[in-house]
């Protein structure tokens, strides 16, 4: 027996359980034992019946995801799982915790399944790029039906025990889990109950129902490459026979997990975990309780920062410097409750509990008890300093003052306070209730409790959390400028805003520079070139005029119904502008440049490599603690596709030797603002990319 998996007996009741901590994955040692176990639970004639659980937090979690793609080793899954399903003696899973893809798998493999009430099933592998490839999609649908298995699968949903026993997944949910399970599995010998195999019960479907699910989900599904294998294996449960439906998906299993796109969801799943990894500030590290939140500022970005609080049952208290200013704000967060409340997202019920939670004022004084605040105002370095310098004084010791800036300089802010330990950076993505990503800024200054807490209650809100260091843009906006002026260089070269918009929507992205542009509003760019204009680096090309030219006619984008683009009334379709293709194309001629075609290959190149480019840059300067932190940052913030893993592992996956060397062609003829980043050669040089960066 391996040391992973351990037989004992209560009574005639055999009782396995997987020992790998931390999430009982299904490693070769754990397959190695199950199957050993297995055998010696059913040569054992004392044995009438086994059980099976997971020790420590949580039953099987799923294949052991590390072992993709290295060489096959251990018991193969499929043979454990058919002993387990032939075998002569009743088997029943007993599930608490997460029984998660292959974990699920070996569950449905047993003749019944028992679950504690705080238990979580699903097949999640889709967000690995994966099919559930040891027999889940066949065997879910006959369990479930074909819709709802659909639906399961595609979307790798957790269902709660409860809810899994009403759709036939579980068949008994009671609160002790191992003392509940050989109960169970002792009335289930009693009464000599059937030795039952899910593969032999029948699996129909509408004829019409997968060319109609493949339509409707089509720009869901869009550039991955699992759901739409997921569809066809869950197809195959109802038109071949058991065997051939396992073989078919066997088939598609493997090449999912040889897609370049699982390869790359499996490095998202494991950015998204060490993200939180912080060397310098450990897990132990104490976190203050968040108990209320001040917000100041209830514009469109301080109210959608709010309700992720609210969301998630902290009160928040909104301060304005008018009572008309509150009013808008507080009338926008309800109009956007009331919105979700309509589409059937939220009760009345619970929209009222989170209104409830708000309170507002227009004197600093009241805020002075809440234990965090964060500034949400224009972005002004004099303002946020007034502010903070005012916090100062009113705010209790130990509150954490946080701005949610865009691109000014925390340590900067943080200067107007006595208290720079107590001061961080939290940036929000608009719209701030709906974006998973939160840039944490840490100042040179910010405690490592500061730092802990800021991270903690971001992800407590359901953000992803990511430190970063404090420069201008930060991380995620720094690298956006260069692409979206590498968008605008292109227009001067020749392309056309639908042309370079199209190029990267095919990529993968949810929209283009352009559309985002307008989606955006043009003005603040605009404002901030123009307010930079002073510190304009002398030696690089100067790349604002079409915006500059656009904006001058008062075209700001979707706000002002047009921009890049015209916009009928309330449709946001963009509709291409002759005159500013006009403006596009005198910009060329002032500036003496031919304009030229460009294939989708070549502006996908010019627009996303500065991404890589600057990325190497922000690396060597540590202002993102690993590659795979900017991956999760473009991937949550920026509509980055996962099935790309972000664009420091796709630059890996083209190899950095071939992007440096477009990097420097573009160097040789565009200039400056293309200068390959050190790290970049270096890297080239020694024969690594980023990934190698990550181990170290
Ligand atoms: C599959 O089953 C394929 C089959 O259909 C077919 C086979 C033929 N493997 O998330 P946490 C690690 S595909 C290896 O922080 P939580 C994780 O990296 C699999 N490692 O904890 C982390 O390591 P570290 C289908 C795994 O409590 C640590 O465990 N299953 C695996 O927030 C703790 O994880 C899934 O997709 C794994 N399967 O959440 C489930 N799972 O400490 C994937 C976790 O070094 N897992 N680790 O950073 C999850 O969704 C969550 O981890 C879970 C726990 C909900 C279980």
């Given at each position: ?429 608009s719209p701030a209730n709906v974006m998973r990503l939160l840039e944490v800024v840490r100042g040179a200054k910010s405690s490592p409790e500061t730092i802990a807490t800021a991270m903690g209650i971001g992800r407590k809100v359901g953000k992803i959390s990511v430190l970063v ?17 590498e968008g605008t260089f292109l227009l001067e070269n020749g392309a056309l805003p639908q042309q370079v918009d199209k190029a990267i929507f095919d990529f993968g992205l949810p929209m283009g520079p352009f559309a985002m542009g307008d989606m955006a509003g043009l003005d603040v ?29 008062g075209r700001f984008g979707q706000k002002t119904a047009g921009g890049y683009y015209d916009y009928k009334e309330g449709d946001r379709t963009p509709i291409p502008n002759p005159e500013v293709q006009g403006i596009i194309e005198q910009v060329s001629k002032e500036k003496n ?104």
């Amino acid at each position: 027996m391996s040391d992973a998996v351990d037989f004992t007996k209560q009574g005639a009741i055999g009782v396995i359980t997987v020992n790998s901590p931390p999430v009982n994955a299904l490693s070769a040692a754990v397959r190695d034992g199950l199957g050993a176990a297995f055998d010696k639970g059913q040569a054992d004639p004392d044995v009438k019946a086994m059980v099976l659980l997971g020790g420590g937090r949580t039953f099987i979690a799923g294949a052991d995801i590390r072992e993709f793609g290295q060489p096959p080793k251990g018991k193969p899954f499929h043979e454990v799982l058919l002993a387990m399903e032939n075998s002569t003696k009743l088997i029943v899973a007993a599930i608490h915790g997460t029984a998660l893809g292959g974990g699920l798998e070996t569950a449905l493999c047993c003749h019944y399944r028992f679950a504690v009430p705080a238990a979580l099933v699903g097949l999640p592998e889709v967000k690995l790029g994966l099919l559930p490839g040891a027999g889940g999609t066949q065997r879910l649908p006959r369990l479930v039906g074909a819709e709802k298995a659909l639906d399961l699968i595609t979307s790798g949903a957790f269902v709660p025990a409860p809810q899994a026993k009403e759709m036939g997944i579980v068949d008994e949910v009671g609160d002790d889990l191992l003392a509940g399970a050989v109960a169970f599995a002792e009335t289930l010998v009693a009464e000599n109950a059937p030795l039952r195999k899910i593969r032999d019960i029948p699996c129909e479907a509408d004829a019409g129902l997968f060319d109609t699910y493949r339509k409707a989900n089509a720009r869901k599904f869009r550039g991955f490459l699992a759901p739409w294998k997921c569809i066809d294996c869950v197809e195959a449960a109802t038109t071949l026979s058991f065997d051939e439906g396992i073989a078919r998906e066997r088939a598609l299993f493997m090449e999912c997990v040889t897609s370049p796109e699982s390869a790359a969801q499996r490095h998202v799943f494991f950015a998204e975990r060490e993200v939180a990894k912080i060397p310098d500030v450990p897990k132990d590290t104490p976190m203050k309780d968040i108990k209320k939140v001040a917000m100041i500022g209830a514009g469109t970005m301080g109210g959608g920062i709010a309700m992720n609080f609210a969301n998630a049952g902290i009160p928040v208290i909104m301060l304005e410097v008018t009572q008309e200013n509150l009013d808008k704000g507080m009338g926008i967060i309800q109009r956007n409750y009331q919105n979700t409340v309509n589409k059937g997202g939220l009760s009345q019920a619970k929209m009222d509990q989170r209104m409830a939670l708000f309170s507002s004022t227009t004197d600093l004084a009241d805020i002075g008890d809440a234990d965090l605040v964060i500034e949400a105002v224009f972005e002004k370095m004099e303002l946020k300093k007034e502010i903070f310098a005012k916090l100062d004084g009113v705010m209790k010791p130990g509150a954490i003052l946080a701005s949610n800036t865009s691109t000014l300089s925390i340590d900067e802010i943080a200067s107007a306070t006595k208290r720079p330990e107590s001061v961080i950076g939290m940036h929000f993505f608009s719209p701030a209730n709906v974006m998973r990503l939160l840039e944490v800024v840490r100042g040179a200054k910010s405690s490592p409790e500061t730092i802990a807490t800021a991270m903690g209650i971001g992800r407590k809100v359901g953000k992803i959390s990511v430190l970063v260091g404090n420069c201008f843009g930060f991380v995620g906006n720094r690298m956006l400028h260069g692409y979206t002026g590498e968008g605008t260089f292109l227009l001067e070269n020749g392309a056309l805003p639908q042309q370079v918009d199209k190029a990267i929507f095919d990529f993968g992205l949810p929209m283009g520079p352009f559309a985002m542009g307008d989606m955006a509003g043009l003005d603040v760019g605009w404002l901030v070139r123009k307010a930079r204009a002073a510190d304009r680096p002398t030696n690089e090309e100067y790349g604002g005029t079409i915006p500059d030219r656009i904006c001058e006619l008062g075209r700001f984008g979707q706000k002002t119904a047009g921009g890049y683009y015209d916009y009928k009334e309330g449709d946001r379709t963009p509709i291409p502008n002759p005159e500013v293709q006009g403006i596009i194309e005198q910009v060329s001629k002032e500036k003496n440049i031919a304009r030229r075609e460009f294939s989708e290959e070549d502006i996908v190149k010019r627009c996303l490599y500065p991404l890589i480019n600057i990325g190497a840059q922000i690396l060597a300067e540590g202002m993102a603690m690993r590659p795979s932190d900017i991956d999760i940052i473009y991937i949550n913030g920026y509509g980055f596709p996962a099935y790309r893993g972000g664009p420091m592992a796709w630059a890996d996956a083209i190899g950095l030797e071939n992007v440096l060397a477009d990097i420097k062609r573009f160097h040789a003829e565009f200039g400056e603002r293309w200068r390959p980043a050190p790290l970049l050669e270096k890297l080239v040089a020694e024969g690594k990319n980023f990934a190698s960066l990550q181990a170290a």
